[in-house]
């Protein structure tokens, strides 16, 4: 296979026909593949983007035999929910799917194709890197007041160690100290709750009731822009069932931690245990919780090792059966 990507109107007449070309990510998609062309004239491998709902944003190439396998292997590759490195049909091709970082949300797959013979290692850290800066694009495709959202996020979660949400009225993101705690329903009653607490200066923590049947305590900041108050960073901390109706005691101090089972997992590896145990992928937990899946899945395997299992399966059954306990004794 020869897989020409050149810049002029000719390669663009070869192209299939791009779907849904004005949304944000093939929109963002598109100008990732713009700048790695120049990568690909002339070698022998071709790019592929979907979007989720299997329909090609753009992909070139010039081996008509090459077309044809891929159209019939394309729903294949939109089905992988995590890295992939096959070989069908004398084709090879890496794929990795592409998630909104802001959501967590699945939005795609990039793939990138060639011949058998013609398969390198190297294919998988190229498609990585193509999903990584059409992610970052996604980011950069955000608001001014998003970004700030994020920026604030990311530096507030590098010294605060429990749950953390920073949040305004279009969008909410978790630390995974956080993710057991708050869903998307609550979005909207954390945020009307923040303007609240911000326009009276309040600065106490005040006790809140999730939609999981959860009590917390909250505190909030503002996060501003150029004076305006773009969205909210909130704090919290969950009350147990004995103590919702008791204020929590100051300066009493935290108790042993066990060193396995449930009772010795951290906020953070109980965030992720919860997510994983839903059954999202390593990339998808990584996305919803602004993480890389590297720190995913070192923490998946401290998990792991303090319950005694070495299965998904496991852990979901294990997360359920703690979910339902917490639910009977509220």
């Keep these: 296979m020869t897989a020409r990507i050149e810049r002029q109107a000719r390669d663009d007449a070869r192209s299939k026909p791009s779907v849904g070309t004005s949304g944000r990510f093939a929109r963002t998609a598109l100008a990732v593949l713009d700048r790695v062309r120049a990568d690909l004239v002339g070698t022998q ?20 035999g ?6 019939e292997q394309l729903a294949l590759i939109v089905r992988a929910d995590e890295p992939v490195m096959e070989t069908v049909t004398g084709l090879a091709f890496a794929a990795e799917p592409i998630s909104d970082p802001r959501s967590g949300r699945p939005v795609g797959i990039v793939a990138i194709l060639c011949r058998v013979e013609a398969a390198s290692e190297l294919m998988e850290s190229y498609v ?13 495709d ?15 979660r590098r010294h605060i160690r429990g749950p953390v949400v920073a949040l305004n009225e279009r969008s909410m ?39 999981r049947g959860i009590t917390v305590t909250a505190r909030c900041e503002p996060v501003e822009v150029a004076g305006d108050t773009v969205g ?25 931690r066990e060193t396995f089972g449930w009772a010795s997992l951290s906020a953070a590896q109980l965030g992720i245990a919860d997510l994983v145990g839903g059954g999202l992928t390593n990339g998808e937990t990584a996305a919803r919780l602004y993480l890389s899946p590297h720190t995913v899945d070192f923490h998946l395997r401290q998990i792991f090792a303090k319950l005694g299992i070495d299965s998904r399966v496991e852990l979901a059954r294990i997360v359920s ?7 009977e004794a509220s």
């Excluded at 491998?45 to 070139?60: G, N, Y």
């Excluded at 909210?232 to 101090?253: F, Q, T």
């Design 232 to 256: 909210a960073l909130v704090r919290l901390d969950a009350l147990s069932p004995a103590s919702s109706g008791k204020r929590p005691a100051l300066g009493k101090k935290r108790p042993r």
């Design 66 to 71: 090459v077309a044809s396998v891929l159209e």
């Design 128 to 140: 990585r890197r193509v999903r990584r800066e059409i992610e970052y694009g996604l980011v950069e």
């Design 321 to 327: 059966a703690h979910s339902a306990n917490q639910r």
């Design 142 to 156: 955000a608001s001014g007041a998003e970004r700030a959202l994020m920026a604030h996020f990311v530096r507030a």
């Design 173 to 211: 993101i978790t630390n995974a100290a956080a993710a057991p705690l708050v869903d998307e329903s609550d979005r909207s009653m954390l945020w009307g709750w923040a303007c609240r607490a911000i326009a009276h200066g309040q600065t106490q923590a005040e006790r809140l009731s999730l939609s």
């Design 45 to 64: 491998f071709s790019v592929v983007i979907v979007d989720a709902l299997s329909r090609p944003i753009e992909h070139h190439d010039e081996d008509a």
